[in-house]
Antibody
Framework: EVQLVESGGGLVRPGGSLRLSCAAS????????MHWVRQAPGKGLDWVSR????????SSADSVKGRFTLSRDNAKNTLYLQMNSLRAEDTAVYYC?????????????WGQGTLVTVSS | EIVLTQSPGTLSLSPGERATLSCRAS???????LAWYQQKPGQAPRLLIY???SRATGMPDRFSGSGSGTDFTLTISRLEPEDFAVYYC?????????FGQGTKLEIK
């Protein structure tokens, strides 16, 4: 069974940093693209970033470019999202998602999310 | 960036009725890479449909998707009580992989 468990969320001040982790099990992480998607309180879904299977390429939304960095450690079955220069508008539940078996760009399986709150 | 517009914003129907949800793209979606997700309160989204019309693993056949180019539809043939939720479309053909704003399906 595919399982994705996010951690690392919490309260951080504007301008601060936070690193989210996503522990994967039930599949071989190195074979799949991975994504982060966020959802501000009471709002819709907002795609953040994706990384290919071997970690050589990433793609991100303009709103986080230059501030968020996506990486992966396939040996540890873990995905990371390093978030710097955080703003109030980054407050959201952050979900990690595994890409599809055929089309990696499709977020197929999702974790339960971790809440990030940016506030002074 | 492809902008997805979903309609209606809220749909009020009764169990047993048919639901039709729309998703319109600002430009053609590459290879019909259009997905639909269901989200219930306090839960993560769940993939329903991908490739515009293929059902994800374990999804009931009362859910169906159709469309191509810029116009896509999610149809729920006969609503069950557990189908009342928020539905999102997403295009994953070109980065950034944008979502629509959602349609809330509520019990009438």
């Amino acid at each position: 069974e595919v399982q994705l468990v996010e951690s690392g969320g919490g309260l951080v001040r504007p301008g601060g940093s936070l690193r989210l982790s996503c522990a994967a099990s039930g599949f071989t992480l190195s074979s799949f693209w991975m994504h982060w998607v966020r959802q501000a309180p009471g709002k819709g879904l907002d795609w953040v970033s994706r990384i290919n299977s071997d970690g050589t390429t990433t793609s991100s939304a303009d709103s986080v470019k230059g501030r968020f960095t996506l990486s992966r450690d396939n040996a540890k079955n873990t995905l990371y999202l390093q978030m710097n220069s955080l703003r109030a508008e980054d407050t959201a539940v952050y979900y990690c998602a595994r890409g599809g078996a055929i089309t990696g760009a499709l977020p197929y399986y999702w974790g339960q999310g971790t809440l990030v709150t940016v506030s002074s | 960036e492809i902008v997805l517009t979903q309609s209606p914003g809220t749909l009020s129907l009764s169990p047993g009725e048919r639901a039709t949800l729309s998703c319109r793209a600002s430009q053609s979606v590459t290879s019909s890479y259009l997905a639909w997700y269901q989200q219930k309160p306090g839960q993560a989204p769940r993939l329903l449909i991908y490739g515009a019309s293929s059902r994800a693993t374990g999804m009931p056949d009362r859910f169906s998707g159709s469309g191509s180019g810029t116009d896509f539809t999610l149809t729920i043939s006969r609503l069950e009580p557990e189908d009342f939720a928020v539905y999102y479309c997403q295009q994953y053909g070109s980065s950034p992989y944008t979502f629509g704003q959602g349609t809330k399906l509520e019990i009438k």
